[in-house]
């Protein structure tokens, strides 16, 4: 069965713009997280989203953003981008109740 | 503020012998610990998870022991193989509806041929 399809895998944006990244959950499942990975970091949690709400939210500006569409997809942007934005963004889907996630393979944000 | 901590940025093991890979926390509302492993290029794969209620979960070479008073966990592979070598994040969460895991900074492991 498909995984957890993130696309673009590769991004390079200059300061000042926004982004939007996509992201495809497994068949079935009804929850995505994003998270930001930075080295030294680790995986910092962006926000979840189960049916079309967000449920939960992280510690990021308010110019992190997501949606969640009716066939469970997920877009994130960030607007305004900072090179401190620079990341890999993850973005993993659940069923929605239990603890095991699939994580995609990422999208890599570099912002010059 | 850090409620997961993995102190140990790298480890190298040799091939054959236990590896084992520390986590703190300081969350005492955490109650599921979960974790995962990533190869370069690739997302974060589960490996192995743990309840509070239980101190000890096995999983055929990976093991994960919990002590909930001194707020440690650590997970032990052996024997240790070359394809273990990766970047390993320890996780946790408060109860098991929602889905914002704290993940620690990870621990990358080299088991050396």
């Known amino acids: 069965k498909a995984g957890v399809t993130q696309t673009p895998r590769y991004l390079i944006k200059t300061r000042g713009q926004q982004v939007t990244l996509s992201c495809s959950p497994i068949?079935?499942?009804?929850?995505v997280s994003w998270y930001q990975q930075t080295p030294g970091q680790g995986l910092q949690f962006l926000f979840e989203?189960?049916?079309?709400?967000?449920?939960n939210k992280g510690n990021f500006p308010g110019r992190f953003s997501g949606r969640q569409f009716s066939n469970s997809r997920s877009e994130m942007n960030v607007s305004t981008l900072e090179l401190g934005d620079s990341a890999l963004y993850l973005c993993?889907?659940?069923?929605?109740?239990?603890?095991?996630?699939?994580f995609g393979s990422g999208t890599r944000l570099t912002v010059v | 503020d850090q409620q997961v901590k993995q102190n140990s940025p790298s480890l190298s093991v040799q091939e054959g012998r236990i590896s084992i890979l520390n986590c703190d926390y300081t969350n005492s509302m955490f109650d599921y610990f979960l974790w995962y492993k990533k190869y370069p290029a690739e997302g974060p794969t589960f490996l192995i998870s743990i309840s509070s209620i239980k101190d000890k979960n096995e999983d055929g070479r990976f093991t994960v022991f919990l002590n909930k008073s001194a707020k440690h966990l650590s997970l032990h592979i052996v024997p240790s193989q070359p394809g273990d070598s990766a970047v390993y994040f320890c996780a946790a969460s408060q109860g098991d509806y929602g889905q914002n895991f704290v993940f620690g900074p990870g621990t990358r492991l080299s088991v050396l041929p």
């Open positions: 993993a889907s659940s069923r929605g109740g239990g603890q095991l996630y699939t």
């Open positions: 989203y189960f049916s079309e709400t967000q449920r």
């Open positions: 068949s079935g499942h009804r929850s």
